[in-house]
């Protein structure tokens, strides 16, 4: 089993206080009102947890946060994870922490060639591929029925804007995506690095010196294009030890009750005071 992924800060904790409490409004909601499957899908799953340097401790990720929380809610849980290394940390860590049995071997599937762990009991599939094709892939051939609850946080300008579209075309989903401000403003100044700003955006209609508030401004806009999820929600993070860098958590989805509810949820006086007790610190609370 290699290290867990080390580099998680304050904005770190904050994003999961915010994740698990929608979680909690969202698994509320569907039990009631969605006759068919929730599936739970977390593109960018890790090795299950994240390692603070400076704090020396491990912070649950959002997988083992949505089995230890909301597997009696969920039918089905699909973990991608590209790195080989993370890929067998994480399903090592899931069995460890849940005493869960599972089966890893090829896909078995025509033309593709990578690893798959298999639990049935709950039923988890986690997948050492690259999600934007894996995502795409399940939503253009899987059950249109079932309700996704997709969480997207990719490490770096990875997650293609058209996976996004591919899963919003699909409807029925929910997503919360950790949009990467300061790599993509970063990015959009170097030339070099346009393939991963346009692979982000989507296109080519963006500055190349630009603002954080500016892309993911743009980014937004973009995504309210499709009527359907308008208004798209977001939130800016930035840790007080470490204002260089910043991510937005953006929120999508059709219905105008979840959607007030992660308002809540996000501008909460709370948040930050949260995040610190995630991080066993105090004396943030009046960090906004």
């Known amino acids: 089993m290699c290290e867990h992924f080390s580099g998680g800060d304050l904005k770190t904790a904050a994003k999961l206080v915010i994740l698990e409490e929608y979680l909690d409004v969202y698994t509320t909601i569907l039990d009631s009102n969605w006759d068919d499957d929730l599936w739970y899908v977390d593109t960018h799953a890790g090795t299950g947890k994240t390692h603070i340097d400076e704090r020396g401790i491990d912070l649950d990720g959002s997988a083992i946060r949505s089995i230890e929380h909301y597997q009696d809610f969920f039918d089905r849980f699909y973990f991608y994870e590209l790195d080989e290394d993370h890929f067998h940390t994480l399903h090592e860590t899931l069995a460890n922490r849940?005493?869960?049995?599972?089966?890893?071997?090829?896909?078995?599937?025509?033309?593709?060639?990578?690893?798959?762990?298999?639990?049935?009991?709950?039923?988890?599939?986690?997948?050492q591929t690259d999600s934007n094709d894996g995502v795409s892939f399940l939503a253009n051939h899987a059950n249109n029925s079932a309700h996704w609850m997709t969480f997207i946080d990719p490490k770096g300008l990875t997650a293609k804007r058209s996976t996004l579209?591919?899963?919003?075309?699909?409807?029925?989903?929910?997503?919360?995506?950790?949009?990467?401000?300061?790599?993509?403003?970063?990015?959009?100044?170097?030339?070099?690095?346009?393939?991963?700003?346009?692979?982000?955006?989507?296109?080519?209609?963006?500055?190349?010196?630009?603002?954080?508030?500016?892309?993911?401004?743009?980014?937004?806009?973009?995504?309210?294009?499709?009527?359907?999820?308008?208004?798209?929600?977001?939130?800016?993070?930035?840790?007080?030890?470490?204002?260089?860098?910043?991510?937005?958590?953006?929120?999508?989805?059709?219905?105008?009750?979840?959607r007030s509810a992660m308002d809540d949820i996000m501008n909460q006086d709370e948040l930050w005071e949260k995040a610190s007790e995630e991080m066993g610190q105090s004396g943030l609370s009046g960090f906004m």
């Open 98 to 127: 849940f005493g869960l049995s599972f089966d890893v071997g090829p896909v078995g599937v025509d033309d593709e060639d990578f690893l798959v762990a298999r639990c049935d009991d709950p039923y988890i599939r986690i997948m």
């Open 165 to 258: 579209d591919t899963v919003l075309e699909r409807g029925n989903v929910d997503i919360i995506l950790n949009y990467q401000t300061t790599g993509v403003m970063r990015s959009a100044a170097a030339e070099h690095a346009h393939d991963a700003v346009r692979r982000t955006m989507g296109d080519d209609d963006w500055p190349e010196a630009g603002s954080n508030d500016d892309y993911i401004r743009i980014y937004k806009e973009k995504l309210e294009e499709n009527e359907e999820i308008r208004p798209v929600l977001s939130k800016r993070l930035v840790s007080p030890d470490d204002e260089r860098c910043r991510f937005d958590l953006v929120f999508a989805c059709t219905n105008d009750g979840a």
